[in-house]
């Protein structure tokens, strides 16, 4: 698996359906002016953007360790403050920010617990912590019908279902390790359109994230296989996808 891949391909993989989200996701984080907000694990910068919006750009900061993911926010986001750093260990000071806030990042923590403290040690007592992740295990994510397709042809092959966070209970569960009080749990559901089943196909081949991995990684005609395993679980073009995601906002 890999995010080392240019801006451009990530948003063309993933970030169809981050930009949404992060809409609904900066809404529910209650970010109002006056405060200070840290997007943590920020990727090209679909919900730093929308803190600035809300909060103004000398009130955001942000942090990745992809470079080219740090070079896109920094351009798309003039003012704010966007450091390269282990999303694990945070290069900002104790209660630096009021919301510290990581959409997408949670699962591919190396140690989700750790890294929620992580986040609860920069926003410091009274701060707040929220956390969103795409709802993989439920298969109600934006790749659900990608994963469901592989396991038709490889049933050995558990896709992200498995990953920490992506079921009903995960972040709470999670969050409530790591020592913090949760304070909210929402669904967050977006709707992306796909004028055909190209447009839904091709950024999978761009080798971002797991999906991108799996899809890289096939020998012989197994992509083409996929591919077709595809376009037979999906509507007739243009189809809508709605993908869900888990979202929580808690406390130290």
Do not use: N
């Not at 077709?228 to 979202?247: G, I, K, M, N, Q």
């Amino acid at each position: 698996m890999s995010f080392e891949v240019s801006a451009q391909a990530y948003d063309r993989f993933m970030g169809r359906y981050s930009e949404p989200l992060a809409d609904l996701f900066a809404q529910a984080s209650g970010a109002e002016p006056g405060h200070r907000a840290l997007d943590v694990g920020c990727g090209p910068g679909a919900l730093t953007a929308r803190l600035v919006e809300r909060l103004g750009a000398a009130q955001v900061a942000a942090v990745d360790p992809v470079p080219a993911f740090v070079d896109a926010t920094a351009a798309r986001c003039p003012g704010s403050l966007v450091r390269r750093g282990d999303v694990s260990l945070l290069p900002f000071d104790d209660a630096a920010y009021d919301l510290v806030l990581g959409q997408l990042v949670v699962q591919f923590m190396p140690d989700p617990v750790a890294g929620l403290r992580e986040m609860a040690r920069v926003a410091g007592p009274g701060g707040t912590i929220g956390a969103c992740v795409w709802d993989h295990a439920g298969d109600s994510g934006p790749v659900s019908a990608f994963w469901g397709a592989v396991r038709a042809l490889e049933p050995d092959v558990h896709g992200e279902a498995g990953l920490p966070g992506t079921a009903k209970d995960d972040l709470p569960r999670l969050a409530e390790a790591a020592g913090l009080r949760v304070t909210s749990a929402e669904r967050l559901t977006v709707r992306v359109r796909h004028e055909s089943f190209e447009d839904w196909w091709e950024p999978y081949t761009l080798g971002v994230g797991p999906a991108g991995a799996h899809v890289a990684s096939c020998r012989g005609d197994t992509a083409e296989r996929l591919r077709e395993e595809c376009r037979r679980r999906l509507p007739d073009e243009p189809f809508d996808v709605h993908a869900t995601a888990w979202s929580i906002l808690a406390r130290a």
